[in-house]
């Protein structure tokens, strides 16, 4: 959880717990420990765990409607963008089982489409952004460590951007191209 406090940027991390089952207690130990009522909630949209994506979508929603913060949102992508020092990189971010979500940019501006590649199938033609380098990814790729979590970069990314407030929360999911394989509730229903 990232938030800014006189000019500020402060960072809290939950060792242990996932912060969708800390965060509602953490915001308001935050407002009574700063003694500042919390005006917005930016929420990091994907990609990540879809439960995480999930939690964090309904805990914006419910701050939003009830009207105790405006929110906005944006992707972890665009969070890491704004750190690219290449005309072409890439972005790497971390995900389970051996898998990474990545984009490729050029100029700043991302293009095609984000993807979830096992971490040995990461193209090494490119110099990937990551918060750290991910164990199992393989030596010829070479990285440039953000050295702070992806969050941490959210409050001067909202400065500097000026999203739209109170716009649609929506999350942004990125998929391995073999997720349905061996889930029988999915494998039933796409036979369906």
């Known amino acids: 959880m990232a938030w800014r406090h006189n000019d ?9 717990r996932k912060a969708s089952q800390v965060m509602l207690t953490a915001l308001t130990e935050l407002e009574q420990e700063t003694e500042t ?34 929110t ?23 995900g389970s089982q051996g898998y990474g979500f990545t984009a490729v940019y050029e100029n700043g501006k991302r293009i095609g489409d984000a993807a979830a590649l096992r971490l040995q199938d990461v193209p090494n033609d490119l110099i990937w952004l990551c918060p750290t380098r991910p164990e199992g990814l393989p030596e010829a790729v070479v990285t440039k460590e953000l ?3 992806v969050v941490a970069l959210y ?25 349905r394989k061996g889930v029988p509730l999915i494998e039933q229903l796409l036979k369906g």
């Open 155 to 179: 409050p001067d990314w909202l400065q500097q951007h000026h999203p739209a407030v109170d716009a649609p929360l929506e999350p942004f999911y990125v998929r391995p191209p073999d997720v």
């Open 37 to 70: 009522r919390m005006t917005h909630v930016g929420f990091v949209s994907g990609p990540g765990s879809f439960t995480g994506i999930r939690a964090g979508l309904a805990t914006a929603q419910g701050l939003r409607r009830s009207g105790r913060a405006t």
């Open 72 to 94: 906005s949102a944006c992707t972890a992508f665009e969070l890491c963008a704004t750190q690219l020092d290449r005309e072409r990189a890439g972005i790497l971010l971390p």
């Open 147 to 149: 050295g702070q979590a």
């Open 8 to 16: 500020a940027v402060h960072l809290r991390r939950f060792p242990g």
